[in-house]
């Protein structure tokens, strides 16, 4: 039989994989191809956490396309002249591949999409990332959308049936040259050196199993534990009830067609199912947005703001917002989490990016940066999205005049302060009140936390303040 490379990206699962469909469907011999190509990605190359999750993810897809018969065949490199050797080698008529959004990725998969059809390969992407593609939800002039309501409607209306496909249990399989092997250094995932040699990852598997199996297993345990409750427990950063998929749906090892599809299916109250499946929809939103207004990752998309006047980052303080040590606990706590487990839930994401953009005023891409190096679900469109609309400078954003204050979010999501007292033991004993402000009980937390910060690195009125000032300012002009 003839055989196409299927050329493995953000997409490591074998059910529901539309590019591994077809290739099987025309009748090939499938060699299944993983290219590292970090300088290929622009200003983003995958952060550290990012790689901690993907060396344990290509090692699940490998095991599943072993127990199928067939390999993960992984080189570090260019991605054109990685994908034209191999090709060459193992006389290969065709490429596929799942198509990716990020502005550095289009382009550079158009060029290699010229290269192979230029070699007279048949070279051929296909959509198995998102519900709709960024350039198929339009307003009726053809225009973008910029207002999640309004796309999001649109989107809905046009949404297809769901059709689930398992991937047979032999995969029809053909291996890259041996002097490809040699001269590319072809080889299993682990040869990629992915994994961190110091194992500073290892709270990150406490909760997560990177894979398509544990991708449904996180699937399974959301449709029986969390989702009749989601619109309320979504919102309590010390429940679990979110789905925790979102590391799982950037790196493709769940279909977010099946995920809607087995909620939908689920006993679950509709509005419930609804609410979550609208979350989704933000995913598609930002991938929307990415695609139409590829500056975004970096610039403001509302440019009214780039007249705003950010301070410049104190080195100091924003140390202090990265380990976790401003001295206010929720936001301690979102910043322990994240680097402890590579997560962080979305309700405390919202309070630390306020913290930092709003009373701190440092741009909210030096915070994106952050997480982008910091988070397993660490994903382009989506953070700058997520950065965008706390800061207000993003399309249908949160106005920058609404300033979260951290304390009062503590009190009203965490009430017992389950949350804060995870992440920050050493305050644990501290009554409600005090957990919350330990400011307020400064003798009690020198005694039981003589290490935790006396005062917040900001006044938090003095910080909102400030940044209404800025923000009348910036209107003035
Ligand atoms: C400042 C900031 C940065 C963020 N950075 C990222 C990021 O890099 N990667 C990322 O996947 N999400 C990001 N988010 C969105 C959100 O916080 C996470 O998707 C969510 O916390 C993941 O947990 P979950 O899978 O349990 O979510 P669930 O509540 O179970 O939601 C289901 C899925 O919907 C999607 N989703 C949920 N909320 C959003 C949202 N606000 N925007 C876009 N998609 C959403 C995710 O794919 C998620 O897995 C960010 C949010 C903020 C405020």
Redesign the pocket.
Known sequence: MPTALLWFRNDLRLDDHPALRLALERGFDVLCVYVHAPHEEGAWAPGAASNAWRARSLDALDAALQARGARLHCVHGDSVDALQRIAHEADARAVFWTRRYEPAIEARDAHVKRQLRDAGLLAQSVNGALLHEPWDVATKSGDPYRVFGAYWKTAQAQRRPWRAWSAPARIPAAAPGAQACRDLGIGAPASLGLAPRVRWDAGFWDTSEPGEAGALRALRR?IDTALAGYAEG?DAPACNG?????AH??FGEIAVGRVVSEVEASAAPREQVDA?VR??G??EF?HHLLHHYPHTAEHNLDGRFDAFEWRTSDEAELDAWRRGRTGIPIIDAGMRELWHSGRM??RV??LV?SLLTKHMRVHWSV?ARW?WDT?V???LA??A???Q??AGTGADAAPYFRVFNPVLQARRFDPDGAYVRRWLPELAPLPDKAVFEPWTAPDLVRRIAPDYPRRPIVDLARGRDEALAAYQALHRT
């Open positions: 959301f979504r979110t789905s925790g998929l979102s749906l950037h979550f979350q989704l933000w995913r930002a839930h979305n994401r919202m990016a915070g997480f988070l679900d660490a994903d989506n953070n999205l997520g950065w609309w706390v």
